[in-house]
Every structure is written in C-alpha cells, then in structure tokens.
DNA sequence: GCATGATCATGC
DNA sequence: GCATGATCATGC
C-alpha cells in the first residue's frame, strides 16, 4: 500500500484510534509474546502493511516520515505523562562525528514524525491496550535550537574520545540514551580505546510528556525564550543572561525590583521570584516549557561567608521498599541523577549567623549542572549499596540521651562516607517512622548531597 | 565549628 | 495528612 501524501497517511492512522492492538494485528504477531518492540511491528505490519526494516531512511522515506509506536500514562494526581523516552536511532560514533546537524544521522531519519501514542495501563496485557491518537509530528523551531544545541554537544563528546562517558543528563531535550541487551554491548569510539555502551538519540522523557500533555490534553506550557534568542544562544547563556543583572542584590531588593511581596519563609517565594525575573510571573516552575522540557529542577543553595553552603542538600525521602528490590541500573537514585538538570540558584551571605540573625542573603548567580557519570557510577553507586547491605544484615539502630530526651542513632553512610553524599533523618516529628523492608522501624531517612561537595562545584562560579 | 539527628513551616 | 524545603540544637 502506498500513501501519497502525508494526509492520507494521518487518514489511515486515525483508523486505528479506539483500536486496541489486538484488534490491529492481523498476522498475530502478538501471540508470539517475546518480541519486543511488538506494537510498533503490529502497526508497521497490520495497519501500514509494509515489511519491517532497520534502515536509517525513515519508515515512510517519501514522505520523509518516521513512525512511532509510543506509550503514555496517568499519573496518580491524574496528570498524563509519557511511560518512556522515545528512543530513536542508533549512534554509530564513528560516522557521527563526521556529519553537521544537518546532514546527521538523527536529523535524516527523524525531522517528521508520525507519533501514534496508546495508553499505558498497569497490569493490562500489551494486546489489549490502546491507540489512543496519531500526532504528525515536526519540531517547534526553538525546540530545534536546543536539539541542535544538545546535539552538539553528544558529538563533541565523542569527537574527544568520551563516548563511555555520555549521559542523559548532558543534555536538555535530544539525549544520547543507553541502548543494547545488556552492560556488554559496547562499541568502538573514535580518539579512545575505551569502548563505549552503544547508545541511541533519544527524546528525553520529560520531553515526551510535554508532548503528550501538549498534544493529548491541549496543557500549555509557558516558553521563558524565542526561537530567535536560541538561534544567538544557548538555553544556559539565556538563562544566564536573565539572572545577571540582580547579581549582588538582596532577595529583599529583588523582590522589590519585581514587584514580589517579600516572603522569605514562604515555599513559593524563590519560584516566584525565578518565574518574576524570566518575565513569566506566577508561572509554576512545573509549567515552565523549557524547565519541562529538558527536566530541570532547582534548587536553592545558600553559602555561608567562607563560600560554603550553610547546610547539605537535601533529597526525597528514600523508599526503602523501592531501594532495596531494584538492580542498580534500573534504581530510582541512579535514574534521577541521570536524567535531571539542576538549576542552582546562589545566595550569600555576608555576615555570620551569630553576628546578625537577621541577616540578608544576596543573589550570587545561577549554575545549570547535572552529576558526572562517574560519580554517580561511583560514590552513588556506593551509597546505594551500602543501604542495601545494611537492610540485608540489619540496621543498627540505638536510643541515647541527647539532652533531656532520648535520640535515635543509626549507621547508615554519615557525611564521611565518600565525600559526595550521606544518609540523614527527616521526618516531621518523633513519631514519623518508617518499616524498613527486614522488619526494623526507623524514623524517615532521606539522602543529601554534602555541603563540602557542593561547594567544589560551586568554585568557578564568577 | 562541625556532624548529626530532630523538627518546623508551608503548601497541596 | 503528608512530603519537602529549611533550619534548629546538642555534644564532641
């Protein structure tokens, strides 16, 4: 069957909205349960009847389109979000490195897109889900900046003999993802004899689910910047550019700037202040297109006047159910750390605590980062190992006097343990425990991020 | 002064 | 009611 235009092709894929994958499949490839990437095979083959292929041409190559077979869900809150990222084409590092952006492996094969999203749904066999709706898909051209941009980025870091250190998190939207049966399917790197995982150009999943919220739920995210602007600078130099010019003031003096009621103590005050000064006020940082988009989180840090942030950083709250039944390389921790950008947004303080309680902070400047591979492979890595081992043999959990009262006392990894990060309590009274999965009940543990490891990221900030 | 456990305050 | 960011308080 041959579809001549991109209308007819939309045509023909809207038939199978409503349609579960059942219902699809006409040659029963489904019945054959270990083939993976099935559903997408299901409509190659039932819906569009063509043969299935791996060429680096798209799948309708006339029409310069390809197809994509992608899940979404719902979210507890109700909120729809996409089930993965969208995983594109293979990187062949050799070949990469030789092409522009324009003539790369990534821009030929995906510039359209038909994306045929289903819903997900827990506990449901893969047959009897559903196609849910057919986008024709082509990027937003400020979309295209930042894909440009991270593209980039994913070949410069081939090109200098790093393919093995290649991460998720290096990049806002167009990620360089792991792709292959196991730790063992490595590749060739050109400029290293190390071999590299092999990995594929891939559509971050946060990405994904603005596209899902976008285009299954009509959500509109706010854009802080313009194709314009990211045709002359990067997302960071944006962002940047936007924070410099209250370096040195007060967040009292901002606020004040911006017309934001001054509300240090308050949960929203920092995202509004954020929102305020990217000209979008009182847009959730959640809502943000490019803070949405690239997955990025911020964080406030507070230093103190020797440069060294006033406390840790604090986490989520460690589900140790979670932690203890999954394999490191699928971990939550590892995950997150993987696939979030920060945006650290920098205060100080110019006097001590004890000289003036009331003491201001003043606005020192922004740093978008995400944790290097090795030391999330490393110190991370060991963290979440040493909980294992110490749920597996048994918590020591001890009750000693601390002043008038009796206080808690365990040997999870403290701020020693390796520099970067460390285990510390946080509930929100003595009565808030948690059952750990081996029986011992524990008051609520979360993980930070030292304060001494912060700092050292902090060094070469102007 | 710092490490570590404890808990407050806010917002959903 | 609870998660989370923020911050306190004691003892070494």
Known sequence: MEYLTTTQLMKKAQKAEGKSFKEIDITNRLSNKNSKGGLGQVIEES?????????????????????????????????????????????????EINYTFETSSFWKKNQQMLLMFYEWLPYVNRED???????????????LEIIKHDWEIITKKIRDGKAHELSEGDTNYLGACSKGANKQSLRFQPNSTTLAMQRAFSLKQSYMTALVRKHLKKDNLV???????????????????RFSPYKGLSAKQISENLGVAYKP????????????????????????????????????????????????????????????????????????????KFLFVIFEFKEKKKDNPNREPYFKGIKLWNMPVTTIENEIKQLWEEVNRLIATGVQIEYKPYGKKLREYNNFPK????????????????EDKVTLPNGQVITKQCYWLNDTYIASLLKDLN
């Open 129 to 143: 889900l559903k196609v849910f709706k057919s986008v024709l898909f082509t990027f937003p051209e400020s979309d």
């Open 47 to 95: 819906l569009f009847g063509y043969k299935i292929n791996s060429n680096a041409k798209p799948d309708f190559e006339h029409l310069n389109v390809e197809l994509k077979v992608t899940p979404f869900k719902r979210n507890k809150n109700g909120k729809l979000a996409a089930k993965e990222r969208l995983v594109l084409n293979i990187i062949n590092y050799m070949e």
């Open 265 to 340: 103590t308050g949960k929203s005050f920092i995202p509004l202040l954020i929102s305020s000064l990217l000209g979008i006020k009182g847009t959730k940082l959640e809502n943000i297109e490019e803070f949405s988009k690239a997955n990025i989180q911020f964080k406030t840090i507070r230093l103190e006047p020797n440069g060294k942030p006033e406390q840790s950083m604090s986490f989520k709250n460690i589900d140790f159910q979670l932690w203890t039944n999954e394999e490191w390389e699928n971990s939550y921790i590892r995950k997150t750390f993987y696939e979030t």
């Open 223 to 241: 854009s802080l910047t313009t194709s314009g602007e990211l045709k002359k600078k990067s997302l960071e130099d944006i962002l940047i550019s």
């Open 415 to 430: 701020k020693n343990f390796n520099g970067v990060t460390h285990i510390r309590p946080k509930g929100q009274n003595g």
